[in-house]
Each structure stands twice: as structure tokens, then as C-alpha cells.
T-cell receptor
Framework: EPEVTQTPSHQVTQMGQEVILRCVPI?????FYWYRQILGQKVEFLVS????????KSEIFDDQFSVERPDGSNFTLKIRSTKLEDSAMYFC???????????FGAGTRLSVL | DQQVKQNSPSLSVQEGRISILNCDYTNSMFDYFLWYKKYPAEGPTFLISISSIKDKNEDGRFTVFLNKSAKHLSLHIVPSQPGDSAVYFCAASGYGGSQGNLIFGKGTKLSVKP
């Protein structure tokens, strides 16, 4: 069964460093998303991406964040200068036609020290 | 602000009995609701969904009920099995005309005891 894959599973970084989280969405999907879950809190929407541009973003997705689809298969989330409060589980998701049913990857645990 | 609320952080049920997980929402513009299941170290896995034009959707052991007037939905699992032990998230879509992003509840941890 097709699945969304995310790498790495765990990323440890120093505060102020740049990190790139990687995702390979399901191959025929056209809509891509990033969510995050801070420990003990709910899963929160960050950004959606379609046709090589951001279609929607939340208040959390400030200038420190960016997304890119550098090739036909990868979808990345970059955090330019990480802060302690960026420590969270980051989930990538994709959907075929932008309808609510989204398929999630296993997540990347980001730890900012 | 909690637009989607799951007020029970945990639920314990005996194997073979019914599990009922509840979810309340505040925004009447939501038009689609989903339940996801999450095991530790895995991402949320889609379980079942319901459109706001329906009041019930059934898939095998899983049934979701929607009460729009009460802004309440519930997930019924019958019969419950130990493998159902996981965190269950309620999610809603359609907020403010946006179809894409999902608004999640905090989750309910279900434990099914043999």
C-alpha cells in the first residue's frame, strides 16, 4: 500500500541552526501538508502546498519556515533558525485531490537543544 | 481556541464490548469529519469519515454518528479488540471555506483489555 515516508525519524539540532525535514508523498497525490504536534498538545496545521505554491498557511508558519518541492518526489520543510519551542513531532501528509482525506507519514521528531 | 474538543483523554474498555469515543466541535462551518488512529511512533492513520450531510457512516466494526444540532460526533467500535488500543483523533475540515487543513482534537487514548 502506498505510504508517505519521512526522513529522518529523529533530528537533534542546536538552537539557531537550520533544519530541513524531508517527505516523500504518495506518488499520484497533488496536495501536500505539514503539521506539527508539540508533546502533550494537539496536532496543528502548518501549511498546505499545491501546484508548486503555498495554498494556505497557519499563524505558526512564520518567516522562519519555508516549504519546497525540489523535484518530482520530495517535499521539504525548512526551519531557518530553530528555537527551543520548535521542538515537536512534524508530520507530512498528502491527498490526491485536496479533499479532507489526508494520508500521514510517521513523523520526524525534532529536538532543539 | 479549541474548535474540536475531545473531553476524555482516556478510555478503558473490556475486549468484546463497545467503545464509544466522543468529539464536540464549535464551528458550524465544518462540513467533513474524520477519525484517525495513532499508534506510538507512527503517524495518524485514517479510520473513517463522515460528511455533514449524513448522520451515520459505517465501516465494519466502526461507525461514526454525527449530530449537527448538538455539534457532536461519536465513534463506536463494536466489538472492541486489544489491537484497537491506540490514540484516536477527531478532525474537522471546511473551516472558513478552507477545505484543505484539518483541525484536530487532542485525542483519546483507548485501552482495550483482554
Amino acid at each position: 500500500e502506498p505510504e508517505v515516508t519521512q526522513t529522518p525519524s529523529h533530528q537533534v539540532t542546536q538552537m539557531g541552526q537550520e533544519v530541513i525535514l524531508r517527505c516523500v508523498p504518495i506518488s499520484n497525490h497533488l496536495y501536500f501538508y505539514w503539521y506539527r504536534q508539540i508533546l502533550g498538545q494537539k496536532v496543528e496545521f502548518l501549511v498546505s502546498f499545491y501546484n508548486n505554491e503555498i495554498s494556505e498557511k497557519s499563524e505558526i508558519f512564520d518567516d522562519q519556515f519555508s516549504v519546497e518541492r525540489p523535484d518530482g518526489s520530495n517535499f521539504t520543510l525548512k526551519i531557518r533558525s530553530t528555537k527551543l519551542e520548535d521542538s515537536a513531532m512534524y508530520f507530512c501528509a498528502s491527498s490526491y485531490n485536496g479533499r479532507p482525506l489526508q494520508y500521514f507519514g510517521a513523523g520526524t521528531r525534532l529536538s532543539v537543544l | 481556541d479549541q474548535q474540536v474538543k475531545q473531553n476524555s483523554p482516556s478510555l478503558s474498555v473490556q475486549e468484546g464490548r463497545i467503545s464509544i469515543l466522543n468529539c464536540d466541535y464549535t464551528n458550524s462551518m465544518f462540513d467533513y469529519f474524520l477519525w484517525y488512529k495513532k499508534y506510538p511512533a507512527e503517524g495518524p492513520t485514517f479510520l473513517i469519515s463522515i460528511s455533514s450531510i449524513k448522520d451515520k457512516n459505517e465501516d465494519g466494526r466502526f461507525t461514526v454518528f454525527l449530530n449537527k444540532s448538538a455539534k457532536h460526533l461519536s465513534l463506536h467500535i463494536v466489538p472492541s479488540q486489544p489491537g484497537d488500543s491506540a490514540v484516536y483523533f477527531c478532525a474537522a475540515s471546511g473551516y472558513g471555506g478552507s477545505q484543505g487543513n484539518l483541525i484536530f482534537g487532542k485525542g483519546t487514548k483507548l485501552s482495550v483489555k483482554p
